[in-house]
C-alpha cells in the first residue's frame, strides 16, 4: 500500500509537471498597466498596454502596445503578436478609462479583472480627461509611467485627500445597491506631468461628471477616515490660518421620527499649520475652530445638495439606510431621493497650534 | 559463537593463539619462599608494566605464595580475582588484566587489574563551543566520562549500567539515569534495546544511535549526542536517560525532541531573554535557510505576481543575462555550497582555510560575472547556507542542509504548491517520529502549554520548577518555585 502512494506520488509529479504554466520573471513581459478608449469604429475599443523594460541603471524604460478588437481576451492574444515575450497580466497596478468610454459604462470592463485571479484587488483604478493611450505613453519619471501613477494614486488615498478607490472598494461598490462608485480622474498637463483632477462620479456605472479637486476633502470627508488636506480659513478680521487635518471621523444618524431626515456628524482634528495673525490665543483658537466647523458644514452640504441633484449617491446613504431600516424598498428609496433633507455638523478641534508661541 | 569459542573447539591450549601476537608476552618466576614456579600471561600494550613491577612482583616473589588465595593477601592492588573459568581469561587479558597461573594449582586461574590508560587530555568543547559556561568536554575513555558526569551529580541515586556491545569491539557502554525521577520505561527500553544489538563493532556513539533510533530511515537524529558533561548532567536531572559509550566522546540522551536540537547549552547561562532571543533567531534562520531558494525559484518561475513591483526590477534585471532557468541556477549555487562546505571539513585545517578565499570570493563574484547566477540569489544562498550553520547540533545543521534540497524540486515542479506539499509531508513525518517511543515534536505536539517554558523561549530558571510532561518522570516536581529565588533586604534579615 506505501509503496503504491509512493509510485503514485512520483508518477503524479511527473506527469503533473506539464500542467502549471511557467511564467519565469525575465521571459514575460509584466503589463503594469492597462488602458481602455473608445476605438475608432463603433463598437471596438483600443487597449493600451504599458510594459516596464528594466534598464541596467535600475531605470525603467516605458514600452506600450496597443491593440483594437471588442473582446478584451482577445485584445490580450493580439498584444501577444506585438511583444516579444508573453504578456501577462497577473502585475498589473492601474488600469485607466478614457472619460468618454468611460460615459457608456464600465461594467463589462470590470468583469474581466474579478474573473482574473492572477490579478490582485488592490489595484487601481482611474478616469483620465483624454486617451489613455497619451496617458501612458508620456514620460513621468525614472520608475516608469505605471509604478508613477499608481503611486501617485495610493500616496495621495494615504496621505491626502483622494478617497479609497481600488478594485476591491469599486466591486463592492458596484455590486451594493444604494450606492455609486467614484474613481480618480486624471489629467495629463503635458509629456513630463500628469495630476489627479478631481473625482469622476458614475451613476449605475456610468460616469457622469468631476467632482473638482478643491471640493475632495469635502467629499473624503463624507465616505471614509483619515482625511488628510490642508485648508485656509478666513477669520473676520481678514486673517488667515492654514489648517492641516490628521484625523476626520463621520457618522450617519436618521431621525426616529422622520426618516427622510438624516444628520451627518463630522468630527475633524488638526493642526494649525500657517497663521498670518500676530499670535494664537486660546479665543483665536476657538474662533478658527468655528470658522472651520462652518466651512466643513456648508461645503458637505452642497455637496450632498449637488448629489442629490444629479440623482446619485456616491456617499451610499441608501447602502446605510438599507443597514438600519427593516424590509427597505430600493425602488421606494430611488423616487424619495430627492426629499431626503440633511444635516450636516462638524465637530472640529485643534490639536496643535505649532511649538513656539 | 565467538572467534574463541570456535578455537578452543579445535585446541584446548589456549595459550597457541595468543602466542601469535607479538605483544603477548608469557614468562615464568619462582616464588623464594615456596619454591613455586608462577606464570605471568599478559599483553604488554594493555598493562601498565610499573604496576606489575613495582607492586605485583616484588610481593608475589619474596611472600610466601602457596595457593592463588594467597595472591589477594600478598599483593597490594584491590583488583585482584581469581577464576576458575577459562572462558574469563579473553575478557581479563584484554581488559588489561595479567593472568597469573599457579603449577601447584593449575584448574584456576588468577588475574591482576594493571590497566594501562591511554586518555587524552581534558579539552574545550569544539562542536557545541560557548564563550561562558564550563570548558570541559568528553573524552574517549569511558572511565573519565562517567567521572566528569559523577562529579556533577555526586548522588546515590545516580545510577550507572554498564552493557558491552560488539562482538568483535566488546565497547562498554553505560546507561546512566536518576533512579526516582526517570521513568523506568525509558529505561528499560534504552536497556532492551542495548542487549538486542547484534553487532560487530562499534566504532563510535553514532553506530548506538542509529541502532537505537525508532526509525533510522529518517533524515532527523532521534538521540541527542553531547560533548558537554554539563549538558549530560542537566539533562539526566530533568529525567532523561543518557548513554556513555567507551570510545566515543560524545554522550547520547534520550528520549529527545525536535525543539532540543536548536537549544544550544550557553541558553542556559545567558539572561533569559537575550537567550530566548538568541533561540527565536536561531528557529527563524532554519526555517529561513530551508525555504529561501525554494521560495525564489517558486515566486521566480510561476508566481511573478507575489514579488513586490519595487523589487522585480532588481529581480529582472539580474536576472537578465542569465541563461539558466531559475531552477538551474540554485541548483548551481546550492551544489558550489555543499561542495564548499564538503571540501572544507575533508581537507586539513591549514590548507581549508584556503577554501574559504577560493569559495567565498572567486567562485561567489566570478560566478555573478561570468552571468552564471544572478547576485540576488547569491545573497539568498549565502545568507540560507548561514542559518544552516547556526543549528547547535552539528547532526541537526547537515539534516537542514539535505532537506532544503525536496523543497527546492517540488518548488520547480508545482511552485509555492510544491512547497506547501513538501511541508505537509516534511510535518506528518516529524509528527510521526518518536523518539524512545516519545513524541519527537513535542512540546507542540501534543501540545504541553506547560512543557513550552524551555522550548522556542527559555523562561527564567525559577519558572522551570516543573520536569517536561512528556517524559513521565517519577517525580515531576524540580525544585519549589516560591523558595526558589528570594531577594530579601539585608536589613530584613538582619532583623529577624
Redesign the interface.
Known sequence: MKKRIVILLIAA?IC??GC???????E?N?A?AAGFDSGDEKDKFKTTFLM?D???D?S?QNRTITTEGNLRREVLSDAHKQSPAPV?V??M?LTLYEKSLAETGLGEYVDTYQRDA?I?TRIYFATTEGKTEDALKADYGLQGNG?FISDMIEHNIRQGDVPKTNLAVFLHDYYQQGKDVYLPHLKKIDDQNIDIAGLMLFKDAKALFVLPSEKLFYFKLLVDQYSKGDFTVTLDNSEKASIHSIISKHKFKIEKKDPTHLTINIKVKGNIKEYTGHSLSPSRIKEISKELENKVEKECYELVEKFKEENIDPVGFGAFYKTKIRHFDFEKWKESYGDLTVDVNCDAAILETGAIY | MSIWDKFKKNNNDWQTLLKQSTDYQSTYYINTKTNNRFDFHFFSTLIDEQIVQESALPALLNEELHTLDDIKKIVPIADVQISKDPSDIEQKIFNGYVLITLDSDKNRYGFIAAQKEIVRGLSQPEIEFSVIGPKEAFVESIGQNLNLIRKRLPIKELISEEFTVGSLSKTRVAVLHIEGITNSENVETVKQRLTNIEIDSISDSSYIVELLSDNSNSLFPQLLDTERPDRVAAILSEGKVAIVVDGSPHVLIAPTTLIEFFSAFEDYFLNWIVASFFRLVRVFAVIFSILVTPIYVA???????L?P?DL??????S??A?PL??ILEALFLELTIELLREAGARLPTKVGQTIGIVGGIVIGTASVEAGLTSNVLLIFVALGALGSFTTPVYKMSNTIRLLRFPFLL?AQ???V?GIVFCFCILTAHLLRLTSLGRPFLAPIYPLRIKDMKDSIIRSPLQDMSSRPTVLRTQNPKRFNKKKAKKVNDIDEESAK
Open positions: 509529479s503533473l509537471t502549471v504554466e511557467k511564467k519565469i520573471v525575465d514575460i509584466i503594469i516596464q528594466f534598464m541596467k535600475m525603467v501577462v497577473g502585475g497596478r492572477s490582485g509604478s | 515566486a521566480l518561475t510561476y508566481h511573478f505576481e514579488i513591483s522585480l526590477g532588481t529581480l529582472v534585471t536576472r537578465r542569465i532557468p531559475p517540488f515542479l508545482w511552485g504548491l
